[in-house]
T-cell receptor
């Protein structure tokens, strides 16, 4: 049972490049989300999904796109990377609404130069 | 602005001592308050959680105290061990969304 799997673990991008961060979960969880972690700021919600075909914006959505075509996968796309997007990105999933603990992947460390 | 304020930013405790981390929130709609533990290079992992109708929850050496009227909650780590050295995040949840505190780095000296 792999839980939440994120790829890649590390990535360096040049300003303006695009890329997709992959996230997959094998727990049949309805809810999936993306967070970014920056020093002194905790984790901030970027986008989330309550099920296949349903996504919504979180606290810091600008510069990121998501889609949810299957229950298992929730990729995060950076269309035109900026240095301000240098961060550690975490994908999480949980199985029910409200009061359900999120399970996190091991993260992707992204550097934009 | 952060919806959950966490303090201190860091703390150092001797082995066997007590670590205390405090959090405060404003949104009374929050209905679930988890604490996460994160080791370097890893994702956050659930440590312990509480609902607002309970004033205290204990799991092993970890205890959450919750004060609904003051909109504050805290994590107590009893008999701190070197293996507890990590970053701890408090969080508050409304529906699916988690709002995190800024984190506290705990260092336990042997």
């Amino acid at each position: 049972n792999a839980g939440v799997t994120q790829t890649p673990k590390f990535q360096v991008l040049k300003t303006g490049q695009s890329m997709t961060l992959q996230c997959a979960q094998d727990m049949n969880h309805e809810y999936m989300s993306w967070y970014r972690q920056d020093p002194g700021m905790g984790l901030r919600l970027i986008h989330y999904s309550v099920g296949a075909g349903i996504t919504d914006q979180g606290e810091v959505p600008n510069g990121y796109n998501v889609s949810r075509s299957t229950t298992e996968d929730f990729p995060l796309r950076l269309l035109s990377a900026a240095p301000s997007q240098t961060s550690v990105y975490f994908c999480a999933s949980s199985y029910s609404k409200g009061g359900s603990s999120a399970f996190f992947g091991s993260g992707t460390r992204l550097t934009v130069v | 602005q952060q919806q959950v304020k966490q303090s201190p930013q860091s703390l150092i405790v001797q082995k066997g001592g007590i670590s205390i981390i405090n959090c405060a929130y404003e949104n009374t709609a929050f209905d679930y308050f988890p604490w996460y533990q994160q080791f370097p290079g890893k994702g956050p992992a659930l440590l312990i959680a509480i609902r607002p109708d309970v004033s205290e929850k204990k799991e092993g050496r970890f205890t959450i105290s919750f004060n609904k009227s003051a909109k504050q909650f805290s994590l107590h780590i009893m008999d701190s061990q070197p293996g507890d050295s990590a970053t701890y995040f408090c969080a508050a949840s409304k529906s699916y969304k988690l709002s995190f505190g800024a984190g506290t780095t705990v260092t336990v000296r042997a």
